[in-house]
């Protein structure tokens, strides 16, 4: 168990961790730091989510569902909108999608040595891998700072980081990896999602939502 694996199974869930999680966090400051931190986000969405019912709710919704069957199905569906909302607020954080996940791990803990380690790249294998996973690298997408490859997700992912107009990002193309839905993911002040493609995935790292949703329409753009 290291640093990375504690960070990635406490996001998932701090309250059950297992294996050499407790050990690890025992016996690193960091890491449990880190835990005490989640830990207390976790209590503080559990007390958000305790909201009392006010007194005779029940009836009055039960009296209007009688006298204006109409007006109360309306009351349902604002009220169901509004606790999904809220419901969906408090469990964002908890919901990381974990390959999103591993990609800011990734931007955070492992893209500086990687782009340190790598070997001079040919550009034409980065289209390459673009046409073979089924997404558009154009022009407007932003300004190419480093193109490679590196270990990611149990493949070789086509690793480049770009400059664009509302920051910088990271992009790791994966050929073949196929994926059943799109993930996304917060952490560490970076944002992530990982979208499925015709000829794999690629997953997009930023530091801001706008920046992640501007790359994602260029790249999936028909």
Not at 2 to 12: F, G, K, S, T, V
Not at 14 to 27: K, Q, V, Y
Not at 134 to 153: A, D, K, M, S
Request: glycine residues 8%; aromatic residues 4%.
């Amino acid at each position: 168990m290291n640093c990375l694996d504690l960070r990635r199974a406490a996001m998932i869930d701090p309250r059950r961790l297992d294996g050499d999680a407790p050990a690890h966090a025992e016996s690193c400051e960091a890491c449990r730091a880190f835990l005490v931190d989640v830990l207390r986000l976790e209590d503080q969405l559990d007390e958000a989510l305790r909201v009392s019912v006010a007194d005779g709710l029940k009836e009055r919704v039960m009296e209007h569902a009688v006298e204006a069957p109409r007006l109360s199905r309306r009351y349902a569906l604002a009220a169901g909108v509004a606790l999904a909302a809220a419901a969906g607020t408090a469990m964002l954080w908890r919901r990381n999608d974990p390959l999103a996940l591993a990609g800011i791990d990734f931007v955070v803990y492992e893209e500086a040595q990687a782009i340190l380690d790598a070997k001079p790249s040919d550009p034409s294998e980065l289209q390459r891998a673009a046409d073979k996973v089924g997404v558009r690298l154009l022009g407007q997408i932003g300004e190419l700072r480093y193109v490679g490859t590196c270990p990611f997700g149990g493949a070789i992912a086509h690793h480049v980081v770009l400059k664009t107009a509302y920051g910088k990002a990271t992009l790791l193309l994966l050929p073949g990896r196929m994926l059943a839905a799109r993930g996304v993911a917060v952490a560490h002040g970076l944002e992530a999602v990982v979208a499925p493609a015709v000829g794999g995935s690629v997953a997009i790292i930023a530091d801001s939502e706008r920046n992640l949703a501007r790359i994602e329409a260029i790249l999936t753009s028909a």
